[in-house]
């Protein structure tokens, strides 16, 4: 996507919504793709990026476990098993175990139901596989601590069984010149020490004489010598030479086995990516729990239709402060592809125009977005924002001329694929002069076909949006009572300045005011009054059809609280008589609620998407489950039928009933709380709290 200027992306604090998205990854990948975060025009992609986006909101919804785990930054290992020779270490092939694990895990999260319901998340994996011979390679040369194992190869099994005796030999041996030197009081400690990797005995520096062998040093109060003894010195050369014998082998298997990898490093470079991408969509997710956002609906053709839609940072900032957020409401189409918003300062027309612009940035990136789901948007292909004082002390140009040189080139590349944003339109000239070159630039803009929205006080621009085809007007509610704005869009009209009202409430000398009046041209006047006017009818005219609708509500709660209190009695016996009839559990009840928020979710998606074919195999999907219930529970009636529970503590020889799955076998064998049941051929172990002892009703009544 092309926006203009170079500081658009800031201008609308894009900026800030890429650092509370990586500040939701895990991974150094995850952050990377926050970091470069593009805006895309191809509708497929979007719809795709938003789609997995979607379902992963969906699990954490549902609180669905899904193990995409974060592993460490692998860049350099899986780089290292693409240079020939190379060795990676014991912990850096724990961690490739670690990521070819957490892979298998993912390859087993998509059963056949899952990929049909998840179908945007499976796609991340569908067009690689599993390899399970890197577990297996691994785990044939180290052990679950991540040591090479004794059994690695015969060699390095000989080499440690050797060096196993040798140091047990060491060790004896030292026992026994502890022992000695200890009763002839040589030792200044009775522990044997280690010094540059040899065995020591630490003897008090007067007797180092008396005691035969290597010295190797001395305490820093030079109070006690560190001694080899002579017996030990050719052990510990023996053991020395095991030791490295040891190394050169371990090295040699991590060589081979960093060799055997090798051949998988692209698909492990590949498991790499996927799980950065997982967690990637996973912060999108998260970042969408944070800010109420949504999956709207996308259209190929331009379209601007935003139904409760929020301004995402303010959003956040609000719910931090406990403070509401007024949402708004815009369409543009082509029919009215051109929105000019009027109404007093500090009323909202900034923060409107750029909630529409952020959101529409969102939406390209691949994120979801703080509007309720039926919102309609469409993909633009360029962005143009106009946004404040964009004065150039660099080449000389003041607000105004900076400003038309933006409107130069808003009105040499827009198109019908062009989504703009003016602030202020006109600002910074001569009313008039200024007003009629704000009037050219709109009629240019709207000739060409371009949405966009518009913020100006110009009263000759509110005019002429009911007169050019393509602009309408919109203002920002105010309370003209207490001087407050409201912060509410409203579509179709003008709206005043309140220039004067506010000045006469906040005091200002009247004599004051009526010169200022007397200033201006009285038909200028007398139409702010009348939009003044007209605005404030018009918040009447909604206060009382939100009171009608308040009372119509209220009408209706008392109805259904009638109704419900005439058939009270009713209901209880009719939920009495359910109750005994199907005996249903709890996890029969939350079953049922399962079926019906899926079944919405299906018919939410079958409303949103084109591929009616997938929606119908979700919807198989769950029918099938449906259908083994029915199954489960039929043969659960079949087992009642033919036997009867006749409760007590089961022995040897009883017939007993498995809650778990309604079979019936007889009793082999207990042991404490474990049962051993025979099921046709075959003996179950099974928990003493499983069972209920039976009989079968034929025999009873014989």
């Known amino acids: 996507m092309r926006y203009f200027p170079d500081s658009a992306l800031v201008q609308l604090e894009f900026d800030k919504i890429q650092a509370l998205l990586k500040e939701h990854c895990k991974t150094e990948l995850g952050k990377q793709m926050a970091e470069d975060l593009r805006l895309h025009t191809h509708i497929d992609y979007v719809r795709s990026a938003l789609q997995q986006a979607h379902e992963y909101k969906q699990l954490l919804l549902l609180q669905e476990y899904f193990p995409n785990d974060p592993v460490l930054n692998l860049k350099t290992e899986l780089r290292l098993l693409g240079i020939q020779g190379a060795v990676l270490k014991e912990e850096q092939l724990m961690q490739v175990r670690k990521l070819a694990e957490i892979m298998h895990g993912i390859f087993r999260f998509f059963d056949h139901d899952r990929r049909i319901q998840y179908a945007g998340m499976y796609e991340v994996i569908a067009h690689t596989h599993y390899e399970k011979k890197v577990i297996a390679l691994i785990d044939e040369v180290l052990d679950e601590a991540g040591q090479v194992r004794d059994n690695a190869t015969p060699e390095l099994a000989k080499i440690r069984m050797s060096l196993f005796r040798k140091r047990t030999e060491l060790r004896r041996v030292f026992d026994r010149i502890l022992q000695k030197l200890n009763k002839q009081g040589y030792l200044a400690d009775i522990e044997e020490a280690f010094l540059n990797t040899r065995r020591v005995v630490a003897v008090f520096a007067e007797h180092k004489r008396m005691v035969k062998g290597i010295l190797h040093g001395e305490s820093d109060t030079r109070k006690t010598s560190f001694i080899e003894p002579e017996e030990t010195i050719e052990i510990n050369n023996e053991v020395f030479s095991l030791e490295r014998e040891e190394e050169k082998e371990v090295y040699r298997i991590l060589r081979n086995l960093t060799a055997a ?77 051109i929105l000019v918003i009027s109404g007093p300062n500090a009323g909202g027309k900034t923060v409107t125009l750029k909630t529409v612009g952020l959101i529409q940035l969102m939406l390209q990136a691949g994120l979801l977005v ?333």
């Open 370 to 702: 703080p509007v309720h789901p039926t919102s309609q948007l469409g993909i633009f292909r360029q962005l143009m924002i106009h946004i404040g004082d964009t004065q150039s002390l660099e080449f000389e140009l003041s607000t105004y001329s900076s400003h038309l040189k933006n409107m130069k080139y808003f009105m040499e590349n827009a198109n019908g694929k062009t989504l703009f944003f003016i602030d202020e339109l006109g600002s910074g000239s001569d009313p008039n002069l200024g007003g009629a070159f704000a009037e050219v630039i709109m009629e240019e803009l709207a000739r060409k076909h371009s949405f966009g929205i518009v913020t100006t006080h110009y009263l000759n621009l509110k005019i002429m949006a009911n007169k050019v085809k393509g602009i309408i007007n919109g203002a920002m509610g105010f309370d003209e009572q207490n001087l407050l704005p409201m912060y509410k869009l409203m579509v179709g009209k003008p709206g005043s300045s309140y220039t004067f009202s506010i000045a006469q409430r906040i005091g200002l000398d009247p004599g004051l005011i009526n010169r200022a009046r007397k200033l201006v041209d009285e038909g200028h006047f007398r139409l702010d009054k009348l939009l003044n006017k007209a605005e404030q009818d018009l918040q009447k005219v909604e206060q009382k059809e939100k009171d009608l609708q308040k009372l119509l509500k209220e009408n209706e709660r008392l109805k259904k609280e009638y109704e419900i209190l005439s058939d009270k009695e009713r209901q209880k016996q009719e939920q009495a008589v359910l109750k005994l009839q199907n005996k249903i559990r709890e996890d029969e009840l939350q079953y049922l609620k399962d079926m019906e928020r899926k079944m919405k979710q299906i018919v939410v998606e079958w409303k949103r998407t084109d591929d009616k074919q997938k929606v119908l195999k979700q919807a198989e999907a769950l029918l099938f489950h449906k259908r083994q219930k029915q199954i489960n529970e039929k043969q659960e009636k079949k087992i009642n039928d033919r036997f009867q529970e006749i409760g007590g503590q089961c022995k040897v020889g009883d017939q007993v009933k498995i809650i778990t799955n309604n079979q019936v076998g007889k009793v082999l064998e207990i042991r404490d709380k474990r049962v051993i049941v025979k099921i046709g051929n075959l003996p179950m172990n099974v928990k003493m709290s499983d069972l209920v002892v039976v009989k079968e009703k034929a025999k009873e009544e014989a």
């Open 261 to 337: 990898l090798s051949q998988h490093a692209p698909l492990l470079t590949n498991y790499h990516d996927i799980l950065g991408l997982y967690d990637f969509i996973r912060a999108k997710a998260r970042l969408a729990l944070d800010m109420d956002g949504n999956f709207p609906m996308i259209t190929a053709h331009s379209q601007v239709h935003l139904v409760d839609a929020y301004h995402p940072l303010l959003l956040l900032y609000n719910r931090k402060n406990s403070k509401p957020t007024i949402p708004i409401n815009v369409t543009l189409d082509k029919d009215q592809h």
